[in-house]
């Protein structure tokens, strides 16, 4: 393996957060804040860091796969750790918390350790909240729109960050494909960030959550999220918008250059919009029926927190704990299934339930026809063997991950229902705030800090999609005469 092609890479991205450090510092300067030398020292150190990386480092034709997946994994853990400086050196939190306030934001799952976010300068959260947005389509793929070069090197990386089960180009070059996910993304932003303005927000609560919110991040400026602008309007803007950014930016190419028929002809979307009305449906009626809530009321927080479990966002707006148990389960379960492929969502991914259904279907036909040949098509093309046998890979290793880290966070002291709660929102970087919303009780903070650990861990491995990760404890990634 060739370090110094990984060191020159990561250092590269160093520099990138580095120069997104100096967009919180300049609103420090205009709100004349007191963290202006902060910040620039956070983004002084970084770009330091990032330089003698680069310098020290060499930049190299083209990357083994090996090499692609180390570069995935320090940087990730790189940014994760200067991405906590900002928070360090203003004194929002400890260095301890302040990698783990990172690490939530940049893989989207959104957990705060901030206990009174009224308190904390505008610039750290525009900060916070780049976080997510930059970690939300991933920074590796940003990388790569600009140095498109290293080949299948190029391809591995984008595999490797970019979450779903399938990464299939819409362009000839990677490096296209990874500025068009970007420039669909971008723009996006811009939309929702335009529309709320409109609905009554000011430019910077805006900002910052047109980014958390298209990141499928969560994270919100206040301490009562979302729910602090009491504004149905807004509530209903973000459930829309958080919908859209968990659907596949691919298709939404493809919508672009051939109409919105192709929108529906897509099986995963269809399912993913149906999924969305079915269970918004099944809850309002339960709501209706074992509560006595109000028809508009129950429509309106149904939709709202059935958007959010399934697209991953994990924002709550209401006390969930006072909800009926279906109701409660039906949004402890969507956590898992997650929202499309090639999105800013995470869970298993709908275009993986969709194939593991249609496996358990043959299998049962295959008991009545034993000779039977099965073939998997999704919107009209076949699945090749190789995906329907990583999808179970990779459907097994996410339940494996989950029990045993359940297993583990009750062992820190946390109530074993609450655990496999919160755990559920972790692996799926769903966030604990609908999590701790459904339990009715707790937070993020009152987790114990082996725990908060053992949570951090979890958040990268749900967000690189596990074997990425996992994939540096097997021996023979790490001796040099294996060729990757």
Same mark, same amino acid.
């Given at each position: 393996?060739?370090?110094?092609?990984?060191?020159?890479?990561?250092?590269?991205?160093?520099?990138?957060?580095?120069?997104?450090?100096?967009?919180?510092?300049?609103?420090?300067?205009?709100?004349?804040?007191?963290?202006?030398?902060?910040?620039?020292?956070?983004?002084?150190?970084?770009?330091?860091?990032?330089?003698?990386?680069?310098?020290?480092?060499?930049?190299?034709?083209?990357?083994?796969?090996?090499?692609?997946?180390?570069?995935?994994?320090?940087?990730?853990?790189?940014?994760?750790?200067?991405?906590?400086?900002?928070?360090?050196?203003?004194?929002? #939190?400890? =260095? %301890?918390? &302040? @990698?783990?306030? /990172?690490?939530?934001?940049?893989? *989207?799952? !959104?957990? $705060?350790?901030?206990?009174?976010?009224?308190?904390?300068?505008?610039?750290?959260?525009?900060?916070?909240?780049?976080?997510?947005?930059?970690?939300?389509?991933?920074?590796?793929?940003?990388?790569?729109?600009?140095?498109?070069?290293?080949?299948?090197?190029?391809?591995?990386?984008?595999?490797?960050?970019?979450?779903?089960?399938?990464?299939?180009?819409?362009?000839?070059?990677?490096?296209?494909?990874?500025?068009?996910?970007?420039?669909?993304?971008?723009?996006?932003?811009?939309?929702?960030?335009?529309?709320?303005?409109?609905?009554? #927000?000011? =430019? %910077?609560? &805006? @900002?910052?959550? /047109?980014?958390?919110?298209?990141? *499928?991040? !969560?994270? $919100?400026?206040?301490?009562?999220?979302?729910?602090?602008?009491?504004?149905?309007?807004?509530?209903?803007?973000?459930?829309?918008?958080?919908?859209?950014?968990?659907?596949?930016?691919?298709?939404?190419?493809?919508?672009?250059?051939?109409?919105?028929?192709?929108?529906?002809?897509?099986?995963?979307?269809?399912?993913?919009?149906?999924?969305?009305?079915?269970?918004?449906?099944?809850?309002?009626?339960?709501?209706?029926?074992?509560?006595?809530?109000?028809?508009?009321?129950?429509?309106?927080?149904?939709?709202?927190?059935?958007?959010?479990?399934?697209?991953?966002?994990?924002?709550?707006?209401?006390?969930?704990?006072?909800?009926?148990?279906?109701?409660?389960?039906?949004?402890?379960?969507?956590?898992?299934?997650?929202?499309?492929?090639?999105?800013?969502?995470?869970?298993?991914?709908?275009?993986?339930?969709?194939?593991?259904?249609?496996?358990?279907?043959?299998?049962?036909?295959?008991?009545?026809?034993?000779?039977?040949?099965?073939?998997?098509?999704?919107?009209?093309?076949?699945?090749?063997?190789?995906?329907?046998?990583?999808?179970?890979?990779?459907?097994?290793?996410?339940?494996?991950?989950?029990?045993?880290?359940?297993?583990?966070?009750?062992?820190?002291?946390?109530?074993?229902?609450?655990?496999?709660?919160?755990?559920?929102?972790?692996?799926?970087?769903?966030?604990?705030?609908?999590?701790?919303?459904?339990?009715?009780?707790?937070?993020?903070?009152?987790?114990?800090?082996?725990?908060?650990?053992?949570?951090?861990?979890?958040?990268?491995?749900?967000?690189?999609?596990?074997?990425?990760?996992?994939?540096?404890?097997?021996?023979?990634?790490?001796?040099?005469?294996?060729?990757?």
């Amino acid at each position: 393996m060739k370090f110094s092609s990984v060191e020159f890479i990561v250092g590269r991205l160093m520099l990138v957060c580095a120069a997104a450090m100096l967009v919180p510092a300049i609103l420090s300067f205009l709100l004349l804040e007191t963290k202006v030398l902060a910040l620039l020292c956070a983004a002084g150190i970084t770009m330091v860091m990032g330089y003698s990386l680069s310098l020290h480092g060499r930049e190299e034709a083209s990357l083994t796969n090996r090499e692609a997946i180390m570069t995935v994994v320090v940087s990730w853990a790189a940014l994760s750790l200067f991405g906590s400086l900002p928070y360090v050196f203003s004194g929002v #939190l400890s =260095p %301890f918390y &302040a @990698i783990m306030e /990172s690490a939530s934001g940049f893989t *989207t799952v !959104g957990s $705060s350790l901030i206990a009174n976010l009224d308190g904390i300068p505008r610039s750290v959260l525009l900060w916070r909240s780049m976080t997510q947005w930059l970690g939300g389509m991933g920074v590796i793929v940003l990388f790569i729109s600009f140095l498109p070069h290293y080949g299948s090197g190029a391809i591995n990386m984008f595999n490797a960050e970019l979450p779903g089960p399938s990464k299939d180009r819409v362009m000839p070059r990677i490096g296209d494909t990874a500025a068009l996910l970007w420039k669909i993304y971008t723009a996006m932003t811009i939309i929702f960030a335009i529309i709320m303005l409109l609905a009554g #927000l000011n =430019p %910077f609560d &805006a @900002i910052t959550h /047109s980014m958390t919110s298209i990141s *499928t991040g !969560g994270f $919100s400026s206040y301490n009562q999220g979302i729910a602090f602008f009491n504004n149905p309007l807004v509530e209903f803007l973000t459930s829309v918008f958080t919908i859209i950014a968990a659907g596949n930016f691919y298709l939404y190419y493809q919508v672009y250059h051939r109409g919105w028929r192709r929108l529906f002809a897509d099986i995963e979307f269809k399912t993913f919009i149906l999924l969305i009305l079915f269970f918004t449906l099944l809850i309002t009626c339960d709501l209706v029926l074992s509560t006595g809530f109000s028809l508009g009321y129950s429509l309106h927080n149904a939709f709202f927190h059935v958007a959010s479990a399934l697209s991953t966002s994990g924002v709550a707006i209401a006390n969930l704990s006072t909800w009926p148990p279906f109701s409660k389960f039906i949004l402890f379960s969507l956590m898992f299934i997650g929202g499309c492929a090639a999105s800013t969502a995470g869970g298993i991914k709908i275009a993986r339930v969709i194939v593991l259904f249609r496996l358990s279907w043959a299998e049962l036909k295959r008991n009545l026809h034993p000779k039977m040949i099965s073939t998997f098509t999704m919107s009209g093309k076949i699945i090749n063997p190789g995906t329907v046998a990583s999808i179970t890979r990779h459907f097994f290793v996410f339940m494996a991950v989950y029990f045993f880290s359940t297993a583990f966070l009750t062992f820190t002291g946390v109530e074993m229902f609450d655990a496999l709660v919160i755990m559920a929102s972790i692996i799926g970087t769903a966030g604990t705030d609908l999590a701790f919303a459904i339990l009715g009780r707790g937070s993020y903070l009152d987790i114990s800090d082996s725990g908060k650990v053992l949570i951090t861990i979890c958040m990268v491995l749900g967000r690189l999609e596990f074997f990425t990760l996992l994939v540096l404890l097997r021996p023979e990634f790490w001796r040099k005469t294996r060729s990757w």
